[in-house]
């Protein structure tokens, strides 16, 4: 699931010995391959990222995409190709012959001569450890007080006591119990519930939502961290569209028109990079106007992030280095000035706005000291602060909302319609 960190080397041929010498292979996308008329055995060369392996006795089976159909082509190699170079993910160019597929479940496949790998990807050896944090807590990992408290439904013997000896609630956030895991495992996440007492019923927010988690051990720069996050989101789709095709199209056929080209206008470029205070600015020469008048040290609103989507030509765009003042106690002081800012990075995405929020942590001892007891929170959280006493290293992490995502990859405008069971203010049913 996180293979983010897909690293390019030199072009390696999976094959020993030399092939025979052929009349040019025609290139081809894989598109026009899986529309050819032709299959007479005509040589082509297609190029993409493989989506499955399937391998046999004496044949192996790969599928690839190049992000021009939500239908992958199906390639039919001798059993003597490498299968564990070719792994999910990694980017290949392969020539061969284009023929009719017995299958019924494809008119063409492209019988191997020749596979080159472009790219390796790590993708199933990132070393992430799935940790499976807590939904009952006892702290408040956003800071903002939208909780839901835990209770006993009967009253217990001494009602002044708590059940736990503390307050307890709903999980807003596993990230505090993975920076403690980080520390073990290094690179560590979580997929699960969490929870927000927030009084709204816009379309985008719900009291119940599932996450994903990621919390990365010596990460030094948001760079480094945007990259993983870049990398979830183009794989995590990829894998969507290669998997789920029918359901995929029933939404963008019927619900979302034209959200097909959307989404590829968004896998095949690179994300975009903006500071806070270059939002703002885009946001104040805005000819639109706004129901709330964008200004520095006030939040982005959801309108000032779709604006700002569109601005950057409806590709996802990372907003960094946001106000101190706005941000959790968590997140690392840029130590910079007079406008004080914090290593904090939110991704906007076309139709959603914020998709996933993320941060370099405070991994200084005394700077976290400060901004804990700035706030009241210094007894609380003391066992926060001893992790920075005990071999602390810099580290980082991010959160995607599941729904949201889904949102943004099906053009389903409002997301109480992307989860069967939702949950919001004055209303949970069953």
């Known amino acids: 699931m996180f293979g983010a960190r897909c690293l390019l080397r030199a072009l390696r041929s999976c094959t020993s010995a030399p092939c025979p010498r052929h009349k040019p292979s025609a290139r081809l996308s894989v598109r026009d391959a899986l529309g050819a008329r032709s299959t007479n055995g005509e040589r082509v060369k297609v190029q993409g990222w493989i989506r499955s392996v399937r391998s046999q006795k004496e044949v ?3 599928h690839i995409n ?3 159909s939500l239908e992958s082509l199906q390639v039919v190699a001798d059993s003597s190709f490498d299968s564990r170079e070719l792994a999910f993910g990694s980017s290949v160019e392969v020539q061969g012959q284009l023929v009719k597929s017995p299958s019924k479940k494809q008119n063409v496949e492209l019988k191997a001569e020749k596979i080159e790998i472009v790219g390796n990807c790590d993708a199933k050896d990132s070393g992430f450890v799935h940790i499976h944090t807590p939904i009952i807590t006892s702290n408040d990992c956003e800071g903002a007080g939208e909780l839901f408290q835990v209770e006993p439904s009967s009253k ?5 006591e708590n059940f736990f000896n503390v307050p307890a609630f709903l999980t807003v956030s596993g990230q505090l119990h993975l920076e403690v895991m980080s520390g073990a495992f290094t690179q560590v996440f979580t997929f699960g519930p969490t929870f927000r007492a927030e009084n709204s019923q816009s379309r985008r927010h719900l009291a119940e939502f599932y996450m994903v988690e990621a919390e990365i051990s010596f990460v030094e720069s948001l760079q480094d961290l945007m990259q993983v ?5 183009k794989t995590a789709t990829m894998m969507v569209l290669s998997n789920c095709t029918e359901d995929v199209e ?13 989404l590829e206008h968004m896998l095949k470029n690179n994300f975009l990079i903006i500071s ?5 600015e885009i946001l104040k020469k805005a000819s639109q106007n706004f129901t709330f008048t964008p200004e520095w040290g006030v939040d ?6 779709k604006y700002l989507v569109k601005h950057c030509g409806n590709i996802p765009v990372f907003v960094i280095n946001y106000p101190l003042a706005l941000k959790p106690f968590y997140m690392r002081d840029n130590e910079d000035g007079p406008q004080h800012t914090v290593a904090a990075v939110d991704l906007l995405v076309p139709g959603v706005g914020e998709l996933f929020g993320g941060s370099l942590r405070e991994e200084r001892y005394h700077f976290l000291e400060q901004r804990l007891a700035r706030s009241g929170l210094t007894e609380a959280y003391q066992w926060y602060l001893d992790l920075r006493r005990f071999g602390s290293v810099p580290h980082g992490g991010f959160g995607m909302g599941f729904e949201r995502y889904l949102q943004c990859i099906l053009g389903i405008d409002n997301i109480k319609d992307v989860i069967p069971f939702p ?8």
């Open 60 to 62: 192996l089976f790969l």
């Open 66 to 68: 190049d992000g021009s």
């Open 156 to 160: 217990i013997k001494v009602p002044e």
């Open 229 to 233: 996050m870049e990398g979830l989101f």
């Open 250 to 262: 029933l939404c963008h056929k019927f619900i979302a028109p034209g959200q097909k080209d959307r």
């Open 276 to 280: 806070y205070t270059e939002a703002v």
């Open 300 to 305: 982005l609103h959801t309108e000032h992030e």
């Open 423 to 430: 949950r919001f203010t004055h209303s949970c049913v069953l």
